[in-house]
């Protein structure tokens, strides 16, 4: 069974940072923010530039987006702000967790050959993905959480 291709763009994960915080203004949070998303886009670019031939490609390249998100979450989590854009960082990062999540679901359907189950994950992510880009805008993030396309 061939499985649709996964349709993330720029996702997120749940924001837990491998180490020590480092402190960030929101200038630097802004430019260390954005870079980390621009280099987990070219990641996803690459990982999706593989067709998919059946259930456990799909199951293989969820496993693979999940873990440069989870990466990109543990950098971006590890980023401390000002007192004032903690709050919005955490809720960012717990949006992206949710993505993570439902690609997480999404491993689990492609690896049990559920491709309904499959393309439910991937829409909710591609569903949820204007708010985390409205989260990510408001902390000044313009290459975090790019909205997703079909593929």
């Known amino acids: 069974m061939v499985l649709p291709a996964v349709v993330i763009l720029a996702l997120d994960a749940s924001g837990c940072g491998g180490g020590g915080k480092t402190p960030v203004t929101a200038a630097e949070l ?3 923010g954005d870079e ?3 280099t987990e886009q070219a990641r996803f670019d690459h990982i999706q530039s593989v067709p998919l031939g059946n259930a456990s490609d799909a199951a293989d390249q969820t496993k693979a987006l999940i873990q440069v998100a989870e990466d ?7 980023l401390e702000p000002p007192q004032a854009l903690r709050g919005p960082l955490d809720t960012y ?3 992206r ?6 690609l997480k679901r999404g491993q689990d359907a ?7 189950a499959y ?3 991937q829409a909710a992510v591609v569903q949820t993905s204007r708010a985390r880009r409205k989260l990510a805008l408001a902390l000044g993030l313009r290459d975090c959480s790019s909205i997703a396309a079909s593929a």
């Open 30 to 32: 802004v430019q260390k």
């Open 36 to 38: 980390i998303c621009r």
């Open 72 to 78: 990109a979450d543990s950098q971006l989590g590890d």
């Open 93 to 95: 990062l717990g949006a």
């Open 97 to 102: 967790g949710r993505a993570v999540d439902q």
């Open 110 to 116: 492609a690896d049990n050959r559920d491709s309904s």
């Open 119 to 121: 393309a439910a994950a």
